[in-house]
C-alpha cells in the first residue's frame, strides 16, 4: 500500500505560480512511476504529467508543455508539480497518483491515488 497527500493547491490569478506536492508514506516510493492528473467540474480525469522512478524520464499533455514541471525527490518521498503561467482552463482539482509501470499516462495503469488538491486561477 502507499498513501498520497496532496497539498499547496489554491487560488491564484491568470499568469500566476503554485507548487503541488505529494507525499508518499508506505511502501518505497521510489519504486513507483509518479503521475498528475486533474479533473475539472463536469470534465473527466486528465493526464497532465508523469515522471519515471529516477526522475530521468518526464511526460506531459501538450497544454501545460513549457509551463508545468514534475520532479520528485525519492529522498522525501515526494513528487512536485511547478505550475507557471496558470491560465483559467487550469481550474481542477489535481490528483496525484503511484504506478508499478516504468512510467504511465493513462489512469488504469496507476494502482493507488492521492484525494486531490484544488486549483483555481481567476481571470
Known amino acids: 500500500q502507499v498513501q498520497l497527500v496532496e497539498s499547496g493547491g489554491g487560488l491564484v490569478q491568470t499568469g500566476g505560480s503554485l507548487r503541488l506536492s505529494c507525499t508518499a508514506s508506505g511502501r518505497t516510493f521510489s519504486s513507483y512511476a509518479m503521475g498528475w492528473f486533474r479533473q475539472a467540474p463536469g470534465k473527466a480525469r486528465e493526464f497532465v504529467a508523469a515522471i519515471n522512478w529516477s526522475g530521468g524520464n518526464r511526460d506531459y499533455t501538450n497544454s501545460v508543455k513549457g509551463r508545468f514541471t514534475i520532479s520528485r525527490d525519492n ?49
Open 75 to 123: 529522498a522525501k518521498n515526494t513528487l512536485y508539480l511547478q505550475l507557471n503561467n496558470l491560465k483559467p482552463e487550469d481550474t481542477a482539482v489535481y490528483f496525484c497518483a503511484a504506478s508499478g509501470n516504468p512510467i504511465a499516462t493513462i489512469p488504469y495503469e496507476f494502482d493507488y491515488w492521492g484525494q486531490g488538491t484544488q486549483v483555481t486561477v481567476s481571470s
